[in-house]
T-cell receptor
């Protein structure tokens, strides 16, 4: 296992279409995070899972966004009815459980909505 | 809510010289964690260094060290003997302790560091 893997790396979609991204965390990590990063900004937190339970959601995660981690392993992030404002880099990170554990990031999925 | 401010959008440093990146934050919590992450052009974020607020001693990792001033809510990163591979975006980030119920990282807007040969 070489790290956090995200698929696809790039996605171009038309406005109004649905898109789904996948994240495979480091295998022994039970915590998984999604962040969104727009150009010139730092990453913004979207949501967090511990095993299969979604424990924290940001207000940025509108009703069009849904994330799952069905068996506590990989996670998916779906965006329905995409808008141009959804264009961003979507980053996934994972970590071990513990008070001071490092979050390891994937390379991200760059979404462009045209 | 916590905020993180990086006031230097861009910095440059001569190879082998020392550079300091600034970060300030705002919080009402007394215990927390602070991080510096590096994001090279390939976009994968890498942890550079971390600091636990209850530790007074400044963290050091090889050529990277921090100046943590808790009262001033300041957390600067010093890179010594700068190398070409240090060129990247650097993000300062804040995280509450687990007892606060949140594991999210709050990031600043970043500082783009260029290293001049």
């Amino acid at each position: 296992d070489t790290g956090v893997s995200q698929d696809p790396r790039h996605k171009i979609t038309k406005r109004g279409q649905n898109v789904t991204f996948r994240c495979d965390p480091i295998s022994e990590h039970n915590r998984l995070y999604w962040y969104r990063q727009t150009l010139g900004q730092g990453p913004e937190f979207l949501t967090y899972f511990q095993n299969e339970a979604q424990l924290e959601k940001s207000r940025l995660l509108s009703d069009r966004f849904s994330a799952e981690r069905p068996k506590g392993s990989f996670s998916t992030l779906e965006i329905q009815r995409t808008e141009q404002g959804d264009s961003a880099m979507y980053l996934c990170a994972s970590s071990l459980k513990g008070p001071n554990t490092e979050a390891f990031f994937g390379q991200g999925t760059r979404l462009t909505v045209v | 809510a916590q905020t993180v401010t990086q006031s230097q959008p861009e910095m440059s440093v001569q190879e082998a010289e020392t550079v300091t990146l600034s970060c300030t934050y705002d919080t009402s919590e007394s215990d927390y964690y602070l991080f510096w992450y590096k994001q090279p052009p390939s976009r994968q974020m890498i942890l550079v260094i971390r600091q636990e607020a209850y530790k007074q001693q400044n963290a050091t990792e090889n050529r990277f060290s921090v100046n943590f001033q808790k009262a001033a809510k300041s957390f600067s990163l010093k890179i010594s003997d700068s190398q070409l591979g240090d060129a990247a975006m650097y993000f300062c980030a804040y995280r509450s302790t687990p007892g606060a119920g949140s594991y999210q990282l709050t990031f600043g807007k970043g500082t783009k560091l260029s290293v001049i040969p």
